[in-house]
Protein backbone atom coordinates (compact mmCIF):
# COMPACT_ATOMS: atom_id res chain seq x y z
CA UNK A 1 0.00 0.00 0.00
CA UNK A 2 3.04 2.28 0.52
CA UNK A 3 2.72 2.64 -3.75
CA UNK A 4 -0.53 3.73 -3.60
CA UNK A 5 -0.62 5.93 -0.85
CA UNK A 6 2.70 7.95 -2.64
CA UNK A 7 0.38 8.13 -5.58
CA UNK A 8 -2.18 9.12 -3.58
CA UNK A 9 -0.16 12.04 -2.35
CA UNK A 10 1.13 12.76 -6.22
CA UNK A 11 -2.27 12.73 -8.26
CA UNK A 12 -4.94 15.51 -8.04
CA UNK A 13 -8.90 14.60 -6.34
CA UNK A 14 -9.44 15.08 -10.35
CA UNK A 15 -7.21 12.87 -11.52
CA UNK A 16 -7.15 10.18 -8.50
CA UNK A 17 -10.89 9.41 -9.39
CA UNK A 18 -10.59 8.89 -12.57
CA UNK A 19 -7.68 6.60 -11.87
CA UNK A 20 -7.91 2.76 -12.69
CA UNK A 21 -5.41 0.75 -10.94
CA UNK A 22 -4.29 -2.33 -12.85
CA UNK A 23 -2.49 -4.94 -10.54
CA UNK A 24 -1.82 -8.75 -10.17
CA UNK A 25 -4.01 -11.11 -8.33
CA UNK A 26 -1.20 -10.32 -5.37
CA UNK A 27 -2.82 -7.12 -4.50
CA UNK A 28 -6.29 -9.27 -3.76
CA UNK A 29 -6.37 -9.92 0.07
CA UNK A 30 -8.28 -8.94 2.81
CA UNK A 31 -6.24 -6.20 3.82
CA UNK A 32 -5.39 -4.99 0.53
CA UNK A 33 -9.20 -4.74 -0.33
CA UNK A 34 -9.33 -2.88 2.87
CA UNK A 35 -7.01 -0.13 1.99
CA UNK A 36 -8.33 0.30 -1.43
CA UNK A 37 -11.39 1.16 0.35
CA UNK A 38 -10.64 3.38 2.52
CA UNK A 39 -8.45 5.26 -0.20
CA UNK A 40 -11.84 4.88 -2.62
CA UNK A 41 -9.35 3.65 -5.34
CA UNK A 42 -10.89 1.89 -8.59
CA UNK A 43 -8.97 -1.70 -9.32
CA UNK A 44 -9.13 -3.90 -11.96
CA UNK A 45 -7.17 -8.16 -11.34
CA UNK A 46 -6.98 -11.14 -12.93
CA UNK A 47 -7.58 -13.10 -10.11
CA UNK A 48 -7.77 -17.50 -11.08
CA UNK A 49 -9.87 -19.24 -9.56
CA UNK A 50 -9.51 -23.36 -9.39
CA UNK A 51 -13.20 -24.35 -10.18
CA UNK A 52 -14.72 -27.07 -7.62
CA UNK A 53 -16.56 -28.15 -11.05
CA UNK A 54 -12.97 -28.85 -12.30
CA UNK A 55 -12.28 -32.82 -14.00
CA UNK A 56 -9.59 -34.28 -12.11
Known amino acids: MKFIKKLREALSKEDWFKLL ?4 SALVTKDNLDGLVDHELNFLSRLLIQSAFQEN
Not at 21 to 24: F, H, R, S, V
Open 21 to 24: YQAD
